[in-house]
């Protein structure tokens, strides 16, 4: 039986130990943390993602703790709005938590080794931070956006930040699968409906990386005549429930496999958050795995993963960079953006969103 070793155990990481297990790979998980922290907030997983979680067989655990995603909306502070669209097929919104625990009881936590600290890798062997080594056939970096095998560029600020939260429960208002993005100038709010009618929601401002991050204080003056669910979500927030993050991505990817090793999630193609696709990908890179090593025979699975994924990769990179500029960057591109956005016809508006949400069908096209 061929042996996989993955290094991190994100989103990516899990999905895709998973993928191996399934392809009939024996597999281990290798884990810096010491413990799973149920950390972040919550995740948005448009089609695509819900195809890969079918593909590796986790839909149905993940959807059962999942809040379904009928229709995502663009509007303005004023709540006018600038694109809509009806969600025609299965999109969720997990918390994190809730998603890592429906991977890991799919993967099985046997095949993970916690406080795992992974010091040096190739393509058949790392050595941990004790001076271990392990071999394998195939070593996969799942390490994140500053993974050990990035070669490349490195992460770079992207010039806006803020904080997320998941709330309480939000009194009687109901948003019946509404996923919506208010834009302002610089500024934006995201509200997100949760199992129990709660809301995961964020705040995000153009701002220095050195900037220190909004208090809910803050976050409710900011909200003050914006839509009613954004102060709804607020209103149902403790200080403590706050998550600061700041925004690093890099461009777009020129191949899935710096330094020789099989990457995926972040580690391959790590992208701003605005399409709310960086952990979809990871699960579309699942997905795609394990149609591969499936078919092929293991000297041609780096090369097939990337000739299946990097062209998608590279257009989900670039498209969420530019989509920065509805809310974040020169104010003239804002309002281009945003106008734009309004009279590009509905048709080709769906039909690149329907390419986006949609996961090509990776087993048929494994050669
Ligand atoms: C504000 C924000 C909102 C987002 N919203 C969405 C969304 O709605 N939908 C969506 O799809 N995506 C979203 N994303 C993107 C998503 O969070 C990431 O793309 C995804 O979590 C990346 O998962 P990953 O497993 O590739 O990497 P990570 O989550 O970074 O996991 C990497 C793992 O590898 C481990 N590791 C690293 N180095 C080593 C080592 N040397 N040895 C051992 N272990 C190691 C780390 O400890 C970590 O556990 C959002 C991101 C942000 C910042």
Known sequence: MPK?????????????????????????????????????AALSLWPNACAAMSSIGVLSAVSAVAAPITAMQLATRGGQTILRREIPDQAMMSTRASLQDALLAALSIERVLLGCKVEHISNDRITLADGA??????????????????????????????????????????????AAEYWGRDER???????ENRRYWFYMRSQSAEASMPSLAMCQAAAEGWPEPVEQAIAATTEDALIPFAIYAKPPPKALNESGILQVGDAAHAMEPNLGQGACQGLEDAAALQAIVSTVPLEKVTAEYERMRLKRARM????????????????????????????????????????????????????
Request: hydrophobic share 45%; charged share 20%.
């Open 133 to 178: 080594t392990l071999t394998c056939d195939l070593v996969v970096d799942a390490g994140g956006i500053r993974a050990l095998s990035s070669a490349g560029s490195p992460p770079s600020y992207a010039g806006y930040g803020g904080v997320l939260a998941l709330s309480d429960k939000v009194g009687k208002a109901r948003l019946h699968g509404l």
């Open 316 to 367: 989900f990179v670039r498209e969420s960079t530019q989509a920065r500029f509805g809310a974040h960057g020169p104010r003239t591109i804002q309002t281009i953006f945003r106008a734009a956005l309004r009279v590009i016809p509905a048709s080709i508006t769906e039909r690149r969103m329907q390419g986006m949400q949609t996961m090509p069908d990776y087993l048929a096209s494994v050669r």
């Open 189 to 195: 709010f995201g509200v997100f409906e949760l199992q």
């Open 4 to 40: 996989a070793i993955i290094v991190g155990g994100g989103i990516a990481g899990l999905a895709s130990g998973i993928a191996f297990a399934n392809a009939g790979w024996d597999v281990e998980v290798l884990e810096r943390a010491a413990r799973f922290e149920p950390l972040g």
